[in-house]
């Protein structure tokens, strides 16, 4: 059955990315700067913060860099990290069954964004209802977007960016919400999208060649370093979620995680070592 509601609401702004892509050109230069920015800040707060933080919990990290990493979460606008995180863990243990969210053995469409565009299944239903999430519920950052969810992500994602360019250099309300807001999102999307179809249907299995997740080094480049996928499935509890450091594999989330190590915010990063 149709989901209407998204259907509607993903067409929209998917029109409004297509407007902002003819805006780009005639864009703020400062506008062009910020809209990269919210792309990686608002992608962050997706790898590093819904999927490595949240639904894994391969690291440990401090309130204040919680609550940072919910509001760059928010940016994303990918639904409340307790629901993304819920679906998330339901598909890593039922995955490639009738039972993950974005089974990716009904094509490539269904697992890129046909899930969303359906209403869930009840196999997918009663799955999420098994899955612990005590945990989120005893995290003030993860209960905070959530209690004010939709609006927070909403505002974060498309009158945040529109605010700061208005005011900040003078940019059009058009620009600032078509391009920094539609066009960025929607390219998120797309590319948090393609961990779940292309991650898990193209690329080579060094790791375990039982399942449909792949090593797949061009939805890394675009996901942040989230390509990794064969390694990932293998060893979901590893923060990195790549066997080799960033010199040898592209993982800018890793390189966010070990800076904030650094700085005090991270720690217990759990890693695993591979011998083949």
């Not at 945040?160 to 539609?182: A, M, N, Q, R």
């Amino acid at each position: 059955m149709i989901n209407y509601p998204m259907l509607v609401y993903l067409s929209l702004v998917h029109l409004g990315a297509v407007y902002g892509l003819y805006l780009l050109p005639s864009s703020h230069v400062y506008s062009l700067i910020f809209y990269f920015w919210l792309f990686i800040v608002s992608g962050l707060g997706i790898t590093a913060g819904a999927h490595r933080l949240w639904s894994h919990r391969s690291y440990d990290a401090t309130l204040t860099y919680r609550f940072l990493l919910m509001l760059m979460n928010s940016i994303a606008n990918q639904g409340s990290i307790y629901h993304w995180v819920r679906d998330h863990r339901t598909h890593h243990k039922f995955s490639e069954t009738e039972a993950d969210p974005h089974n990716a053995k009904r094509g490539f469409f269904f697992a890129h964004v046909g899930w969303l565009l359906v209403k869930k299944d009840q196999k997918v239903i009663e799955a999420g209802k098994k899955i612990p999430v005590y945990d989120l519920e005893n995290d003030f950052a993860v209960m905070f977007q959530k209690k004010l969810n939709p609006f927070l992500p909403l505002f974060m994602c498309f009158v945040f960016p529109v605010l700061v360019s208005y005011h900040g250099w003078g940019e059009d309300i058009k620009h600032g919400f078509f391009v920094t807001g539609c066009l960025r999102y929607v390219m998120v999307l797309h590319f948090t999208w393609l961990v779940n179809s292309a991650a898990h249907l193209y690329g080579s299995k060094p790791y375990d060649p039982n399942i449909n997740p792949s090593e797949n080094q061009y939805v890394s480049y675009v996901a942040l370093g989230e390509g990794w996928h064969n390694w990932h499935h293998k060893f979901p509890h590893d923060y990195a979620a790549s066997e080799l450091g960033i010199l040898n594999q592209f993982n800018l989330t890793k390189a966010f995680i070990d800076t904030c190590a650094f700085l005090g915010f991270v720690s217990n990063r759990k890693r695993v070592f591979w011998r083949s």
